[in-house]
């Protein structure tokens, strides 16, 4: 499996970001994928997710309303589009995955710990200021 992000930047507050994550091994129509964020001295967070195959999405507290998650089953790519950026934004974004039937995908995302997940890539680092 391997999952590779894009998209990360530095942009101010109140601007948008979309992150791209170019999946092989494991496909966006079946598997659990989401987002994890981790900002240097802080919990790790699930941003946003899908799990339980089409019917479930996720989005923490911290990004609810200013978050979309979506994904293109014929590239297996799966995106992050984030608008009014916080400066708390800040972290290394990192697509998480787990393969079908990925049980307790939801709950890993609020554990805290990306190592809970079966597969992340390497990050990509969004900055707002």
């Known amino acids: 499996v391997q999952l590779v992000e894009s998209g990360g930047g530095s942009v101010q507050a109140g601007g948008s970001l979309r992150l791209s994550c170019a999946a092989s091994?494991?496909?966006?129509?079946?598997?659990?994928m989401g987002w994890f964020r981790q900002a240097p001295g802080k919990e790790g967070e699930g941003v946003a997710a899908?799990?339980?195959?089409?019917?479930?999405?996720y989005f923490a507290d911290s990004v609810k309303g200013r978050s979309t998650i979506s994904r293109d089953n014929a590239k297996n790519t799966l995106y992050l589009q984030m608008t009014s950026l916080k400066v708390e934004d800040t972290a290394m974004y990192y697509c998480?995955?787990?393969?079908?039937?990925?049980?307790?995908?939801?709950?890993?995302?609020?554990?805290?710990?990306?190592?809970?997940?079966?597969?992340w890539g390497q990050g990509t680092q969004v900055t707002v200021s």
């Open positions: 998480v995955a787990d393969r079908w039937p990925c049980v307790g995908f939801k709950s890993k995302l609020t554990s805290g710990r990306i190592t809970d997940f079966g597969y």
């Open positions: 091994g494991v496909t966006t129509s079946s598997g659990c």
């Open positions: 899908f799990y339980s195959g089409t019917s479930g999405i």
